[in-house]
């Protein structure tokens, strides 16, 4: 047996997920039948509550029509990277969405991942501070610790607790590097709350630190376009650079950073998850094209139902005494804090044909387990109305309600 066997026999991340599927109620990788808020596995319809997919736009026909188009002209791929492989769609879509975030330019990336990692890696060296929220999603802490780790670029890391304007100042004062690049997000995944941003700008500019918003749960769900955090808060001109994806509101895959001429051209010519991985595929393009041009027409209205209907999940939720954490927008974690309860409220709702994906250690800190929850604009109310009767017959029963917690459920051993 070599060293790796070894090491993946006896490896504490593989022992949860192992003694899940003994049981039977391991809860990743289902195979959807469908794609869309409704679908099946192995045959059992099942609406999904931890989708992405904001203003239910993935399944519209113009979106599905557009790529089916694009197939005929570009077929699937085009077999190299973006150097010697651009297609005049990724141009004019890096135009189009210029001008509809307010940005000197845009430059797109095969995924969201990296284009965060694309544009750290590229801006931070020996003379920067990357100052990061300690709630920071993957993607930022990769981008981070890949630009440390090489060498000639070795910047400053530092952290600032979670949304607090004040350690992000007393980090900023005691910076060790002349040059500060800021970095958080502008809605968090996780724990659904938006960045406080208002403030983080003031301290940002007082002290001359250049700001990366990743917005990419806030594009399409905040300000009334849809165009993210920034127009929520009328901060037009005051964030230099922002990243986002097409992987959630946009219905497809793709990255996307905004920025001024300069920053979009050094990130194009040094980027390596830019420059050596292949080129988004036109078909995916064009579908994300259509969603643009419906939230050009529509933008407005869109948006504005999605926050009605999270408006009648969080106030049915509250009212039935779940624990939302510190969630103030569309996504809103129900709060078991204890993995057993995590995973079997999973179960339970998964066989009535719900849905929430149980995050658990490592992926919040233990003590923090939750359902994800995320409200849609392709939500019904009798999909929120179902969702809402099974989480309050078994949030009673795993004492997952607030006021209920009766400790860890010891008797459900795995």
Not at 93 to 120: D, K, S
Not at 248 to 263: Q, T, Y
């Amino acid at each position: 047996m070599s060293w790796v066997e070894d090491k993946v026999n006896n490896s504490p991340f593989l022992k949860a997920p192992r003694q899940a599927r003994e049981q039977g109620v391991y809860p990743l990788f289902r195979p959807f039948e469908t794609s869309g808020l409704h679908t099946t596995v192995n045959g059992k319809p099942i609406t999904i509550f931890c989708s992405n997919d904001y203003l239910g736009l993935t399944n519209h026909p113009k979106v599905k029509e557009a790529a089916k188009a694009a197939v005929d002209r570009f077929a699937c791929g085009m077999s190299s990277s973006r150097l010697q492989a651009t297609a005049t769609a990724h141009v004019e879509m890096e135009e189009r969405l210029a001008r509809w975030f307010g940005f000197e330019e845009a430059l797109i990336f095969t995924t969201g991942y990296q284009a965060m990692v694309g544009t750290i890696m590229s801006l931070a060296d020996q003379d920067t501070t990357l100052i990061l929220d300690n709630l920071s999603h993957a993607c930022i802490l990769d981008g981070t610790f890949l630009a440390a780790g090489t060498p000639r670029q070795a910047p400053e890391v530092r952290f600032f607790n979670h949304n607090s304007s004040r350690s992000l100042e007393r980090i900023l004062k005691t910076r060790q590097r002349k040059n500060a690049l800021v970095i958080f997000e502008g809605v968090y995944s996780l724990d659904g709350d938006m960045a406080n941003i208002v403030e983080f700008v003031d301290v940002c500019e007082r002290y001359e630190a250049v700001m990366l918003c990743d917005d990419a749960h806030g594009t399409g769900t905040l300000g009334k376009r849809g165009t993210g955090i920034i127009e929520h808060f009328g901060l037009e001109g005051r964030i230099p650079i922002v990243v986002s994806t097409f992987s959630k509101s946009f219905g497809a895959i793709g990255g996307l950073l905004l920025g001024s001429h300069g920053v979009v051209d050094l990130v194009k010519h040094t980027a390596r998850s830019f420059m050596f991985s292949a080129t988004l595929p036109v078909p995916v393009l064009a579908a994300a094209s259509a969603v643009l041009d419906i939230l050009e027409s529509d933008g407005p209205a869109l948006v504005e139902e999605l926050h009605e209907k999270a408006r009648y999940m969080r106030s049915r939720l509250t009212e039935i005494g779940f624990d939302l954490g510190i969630s103030n927008t569309h996504i809103m974690p129900v709060m078991c804090r204890d993995f057993r309860k995590a995973l079997f409220m999973h179960i339970a709702l998964y066989e009535n044909g719900v849905m929430m994906v149980p995050v658990v250690y490592p992926g919040v800190k233990e003590g923090e387990e939750r359902l994800r929850l995320n409200i849609t604009r392709g939500h019904t109310k009798q999909d929120m109305d179902k969702a809402l009767d099974l989480l309050a017959s078994y949030g009673e029963a795993f004492f997952v309600l607030s006021g209920e917690d009766l400790g860890p459920m010891e008797s459900m051993q795995l």
